[in-house]
């Protein structure tokens, strides 16, 4: 493993040693020796004799013996001279602590280039820059700072110094778990998240991986090493940025809605990451994912000794789309001889009192419930651990008995427990004991109920997985040869974007309906083009100038007379040249009304982050304002396509409403598949919009299609240098459904 000789260093190099105790190179070496660091640890300071009884060595190349990795503490204008004196030694691996690069502008990225360059030339990879450092924590490589920071199986990446440590401080003051690696990821300047992530999915002491992003460098990448990983280790993600837009491409309907962060979400998920939008759940989610088995059936049971604490948590299960079934008939006749006959039994169960004198009723409530068919978990709610505190000290003995049988239950029936505590917070014995064996205690219900719920959303991704979904393009596999000569003359004419009828034929070779449109290039032309297509007809201008049409007065629709038709013609040759001056003006597109039907949109983008990406919601002139749309990452698979169908929050409208006969969702999911073959047909494709769809109770009809072409042939995003990497991983994926011990 390439990044094994970092992250496992036994050897390291403070470059920046330094005496002041407000400086880094102090503080590296005093935590160093704080915490007992059994490799060999050497100071860089050529202004110094020793420093904490350390010799100081002038250039890391001056020391004796081998340099695994060297923290380098110094200003970001040194770093090219010392990465190529850290060359000299043949170190593997440099964190750069210091800022000012491509977060400063351009003066920052040329240096940040440099100093890649620099490292790539001598073999060496860098954490960062702009990081605050790395910890393995089992072998007591602290290269951060923090102090105490708990051991345990939770890999840690994050983007921000100041989320890490309320993580860390939350693990210390909260949990029983702990962390086996951090690292702040920064700039991502060389090793990527991708490269990890693969380290963390190898390596043994971790049992789950938890990640704080703000972006990525090669996303498209990240996506295929996590659909591996997640298959044998859950990874659990809070991605900033909720509120911002994203870029906007000035030239699609798609380019200004593809939101950066729902574009992400939905990528991450399908990925099987468990995505997380409120930080105060990010930790105990991790802490969930990495002590328990999945829910192996999204159906969740809860207990609780007050009817508020049940429905509370039924209402907030039942928004995080966790089912809440009624248990058997067998199920409630054992509750109730176990409850008085006031307790509620069908699900959520209320033990109506019946735990006051003897909680470890509890634990017998829980084994019969736990033995339920339906049911593949269970939310504890209430005041267990607190009777003790509560009612009568006697009291706690029989929790703590109950903590042992529940603890016991959870690896026997192979479900997991989950309990919420109003007495968390006091860390009384009973719920320590539960800690002990895995089941987490927390005092917000509404943690608690998230915390169910990926345990829900992590089993239905390990149930549901399958091979077609790997983000792995085979480029250019189903081009057409017209097609191919379609694009080539539209690049060699100089235009990057293709004429609507070029748009509407090159769709048309990968399954499209057949369109009956006609170019005229004058009034005589439009007029029998009119004559022979029959009906009312729309004329369009067809310029490479003009993308939005209606906007430069270049539509009239719903023509029929002859005299129309010609006057249409001129009018919308003289707003055209008014829109924009010395246009290059093909013609009038001579079309057929299409008959009204429900209009919806289809479009793709090249995302910043992730490559090709589609987009699907109700279409027309009010895309822009209801921005009801689903994104996803391409290739889709004709689940995805289904999928995105159902996302929007019009979707019942598909099925026909008020009377109305359901739309042609097959012939829809055909289209939404069909553009994916054609992103992955022609990679020159930069953004596709076919805006509006007609869609009928029997097919659809594309009335308008717009394709914009890169201006080269490159492939998009950089996604090429990735497509044998990911057949490999791919190839590598165990098959079965699951893997490591989630599919025990």
Known sequence: MPLDRILNARSVAIVGASKSETKRGFQALRILLDEKYEGNIYAVNPREESIMGFPCYKNVADIEGPVDIALITTPAATLPAVLRDCGKKGVGGAVIIAGGFREIGEKGVALEKEVVAVAQDHNIRLIGPNTSGMMNLHDHLNLVGIHDAPAGSIALLSQSGNMALTLITEAQLKSQKGFSYYVGVGNEADIRFHEYLEFFRKDKRTTAILMYVEGMREGRKFLQQAYKTTLEKPVILLKSGRSATGQKAAGSHTGALAGISEVARTAFKRAGIVVIERSDQLFPAAETLSSLPPIKNDAVAILADGGGHATIAADLLTDLDVKIPELTEKTQARLRKILPSAAAVRNPVDVAGGTD?????????????????????????????????????????????????????????????????????????????????????????????????????????????????????????????????????????????????????????????????????????????????????????VSPDILHKSDAGGVRLNLREESRIRSAYDEILENAEAYKPGADIRGVLVSPMASRGLEVIVGTKIDDQFGPIIMFGLGGIMVEILKDVAFRVLPISDRSARKMMADIKSSPILNGVRGEKPYDQKALKSILLMCSELIESYPEIREMDLNPIMVYEKGVSLVDARIILGTDNSLPNGVDACVDEADAIIDDIPRGGGGGRHDK
């Not at 609507?500 to 499209?512: D, F, P, Q, Y």
């Not at 369109?515 to 009906?535: C, N, P, R, T, Y």
């Open 357 to 541: 004198a003897d909680p470890t009723l509890f634990a017998d409530c829980v084994d019969v419930i736990l033995k339920d068919p339906n049911i593949g978990g269970l939310l504890l709610v209430g005041l267990f651990g607190g009777y003790g505190i509560r009612f009568a000290k006697s009291l706690a003995l029989k929790e703590e008995d109950a903590a042992h049988q529940m603890g016991k239950m959870v690896r026997k029936r192979g479900k997991p427990i989950i309990v919420h505590s109003l007495f968390s917070s006091v860390r009384p014995h009973a719920l320590q004991l539960l800690r002990y064996y895995n089941i987490p205690v927390y005092d917000s219900l509404d943690v608690a109920c998230k915390c169910t719920a990926v345990l829900s959303e992590y089993g239905n991704f390990l149930r549901s997985y399958h091979a077609k979904a790997n983000f792995v393009f085979h480029w250019r596999s189903k081009a057409r040869p017209e097609g191919q000569r379609i694009i080539r003359d539209a690049l060699d004419a100089g235009r990057n974007v293709l004429l609507e009828h070029e748009a509407k034929r090159l769709l048309h070779l990968h399954g499209a309906p057949p369109f009956k449109d006609v170019l005229a290039k004058s009034a005589d032309e439009a007029v029998a083009a009119a004559a022979k297509i029959g009906g009312p007809v729309a004329l369009k201008i």
